[in-house]
């Protein structure tokens, strides 16, 4: 009834009917006002006619919504408290069931895209083998076992020794597997990834009988074994020994060779600290490829931003002797006070002298371990040598220690320290370090550039600080010795070999038995002393 009247007032008139059409335009204005219908003058019927339907309507929702949440708030009003907390969980679950929806989802992308990921790596090592086992697990591949820690030698030695056998293992088409009868301290830190570990698991199955250690406390010893008590402890020898050292015993290249290359010995034993004459290392971080730190030992990383590993690290290594070693230049004061001033503050510092880890947070800002003590990795099983001690001053580091001092003993725990030490030079983009196969061995491994080794400062007025490169990279990348002319091959004073024809070698090496039951071959290392 409203719009037929709008629409009669809105019909030519005659002149008596001009005050009311002027009446009821005036009343439509005033209600568009009211409903914030500012439209401009001019507007026809059809316009004003719309515009007041759509005014209604908006009006309608309004009331509509109006009602909806008062009857909401009524309710609310009667909801008891029991009723009150399941329509607010009911609401909180809501909320983040799309973000855990999508956290699972993410989840389940990422173990795939890492089972991707170890499959490709598995396949990039075990692929260059070609000797395997079979699906029966009857030993097919041929293998070096290294040893580890021997002649009383540290950490450093035994990682340049590793590294070796892994080189030569690339060579000649051999699986390295490290022995856990003799370097138990290495599993603490790292474990062997994928395969290989099942690899070494059943070859260790299969030969261990034939390389286990003798009984020391065998009733029938005589006076003689009692007398060579250490000499009895050695493993049995039935497998051939590549014996390769940078001081002392080693073998002539052109022996070393042949018997590497031989197919009839499916187990070499490798015992020494470096290559003959070093190759180039691939570049496409060689150490883990085969190894990854244990949990223990990620969950004992002092680094300030964990997961995350200092870039610039530096290694100072305190002489075992009592007088100054010409081979451990670089620790007198003004090299260190010349050392803190070339680096940034934020160089993180290791160190066996555990006395430089407050100087040189407070003088330079460097960062470092809390360790109160390091030992002597070759002493953990002999005598108990250190460089000192210190107070802990991280309450952080107190309580990791604190909880690790639960599961490990003493020894253990230096063990694993000097793992965590070593990690973080292995993981550094740059390195300085004073003479020490333990830091040469991780920037070896991990082909560190750059990094130098402190040799003290040119002279006392100058203090300027002599920095060198590492001695592999002095001497330059030698051919692998499995792609060595005849002619260049050395014997262990350097100079050249004799020309020994390769089955004179072979014919001398005889494979192991079928049977389990051998007799020691006689290990040259039990009548030379130890250095």
């Given amino acids: 009834a409203r719009s037929d009247a709008t629409a009669q007032s809105l019909l030519p008139v005659t002149d008596g ?21 500012n439209h401009p003058p001019g507007l026809d019927a059809s316009q004003v006619l719309s515009s007041s339907g759509s005014t209604l309507g908006s009006v309608s929702k309004l009331s509509r919504y109006s009602r909806a949440r008062r009857r909401r708030d009524r309710l609310l009003e009667n909801e008891d408290p029991h009723q009150r907390r399941v329509r607010r969980l009911l609401q909180v679950f809501m909320g983040l069931f799309p973000v855990l929806l999508w956290g699972l989802f993410l989840y389940v992308m990422d173990g795939d895209l890492e089972g991707q990921r170890n499959n490709n790596q598995q396949h990039s090592v075990l692929d260059r083998f070609e000797g395997r086992s079979s699906i029966d697990g009857t030993i097919q591949g041929r293998y070096i076992l290294f040893n580890g820690l021997e002649r009383k030698q540290g950490f450093g030695n035994g990682l340049q020794g590793l590294l070796a056998a892994h080189l030569l293992g690339l060579e000649f088409n051999r699986i390295v597997c490290v022995n856990p009868d003799t370097w138990t301290g290495f599993f603490l830190g790292f474990r062997q990834r994928y395969d290989l570990a099942n690899e070494c698991n059943q070859m260790l199955q299969t030969y261990r009988q034939l390389i ?41 290249e052109c022996e070393v060779r042949p018997m590497l290359a031989s197919s009839d010995i499916p187990l070499i034993i490798f015992s020494g600290d470096t290559y003959p004459r070093w190759p180039a290392v691939p570049d496409n971080d060689f150490f883990h490829q085969y190894y990854e730190p244990t949990d223990e030992l990620l969950s004992m990383l002092p680094w300030k931003n964990l997961p995350t590993p200092p870039e610039v690290v530096v290694h100072l290594r305190e002489s075992d002797n009592n007088y100054e070693d010409p081979q451990r230049r670089g620790m007198d004061e003004a090299s260190l006070d010349a050392l803190g001033k070339l680096l940034p503050s934020s160089t993180y510092l290791v160190t066996n002298k555990v006395e430089l880890l407050d100087t040189f947070e407070q003088t330079f800002g460097w960062s470092h371990n809390d360790w109160t003590t390091v030992q002597h990795s070759a002493s953990l099983h002999q005598i108990m040598k250190h460089w000192g001690k210190r107070k802990a001053t991280s309450t952080k580091n107190q309580q990791r220690r604190s909880s690790n001092k639960k599961k490990l003993d003493e020894q253990q725990l230096q063990t694993m320290q000097l793992w965590c ?21 991780a920037i070896h491994w991990a082909n560190i550039y750059p990094s130098k080794v402190i040799r003290g400062i040119s002279s006392p007025e100058s203090r300027e600080l002599i920095l060198v490169e590492e001695q592999w990279r002095q001497t330059g990348d ?8 005849e002619e260049t091959l050395t014997l262990r004073n350097g100079s050249p070999c004799q020309t020994l024809h390769e089955s004179s070698i072979t014919d001398s090496i005889k494979p192991p038995p079928s049977s389990t039951t051998t007799t020691a071959t006689t290990d040259p290392l039990d009548i030379i002393p130890d250095n």
């Fill in 421 to 441: 030490d070593w990690y973080t030079i292995l993981n550094a983009r740059e390195v300085y370090h004073t003479e020490s196969d333990f830091s040469a061995s």
């Fill in 478 to 485: 030698a051919i692998l010795l499995r792609d060595r002319p």
């Fill in 212 to 252: 286990k250690p003798s009984n020391d406390n065998d009733k029938n010893n005589n006076k003689s074994n009692n007398n060579n008590k250490k000499r009895s402890t050695r493993p049995q020898q039935t497998f051939p020994v590549v014996r390769i050292w940078n001081l002392g015993l080693t073998m002539d």
């Fill in 17 to 37: 009917g001009s005050v009311a059409s002027s009446t009821v335009t005036k009343g439509r204005k005033s209600r568009h006002r009211r409903h914030n219908l």
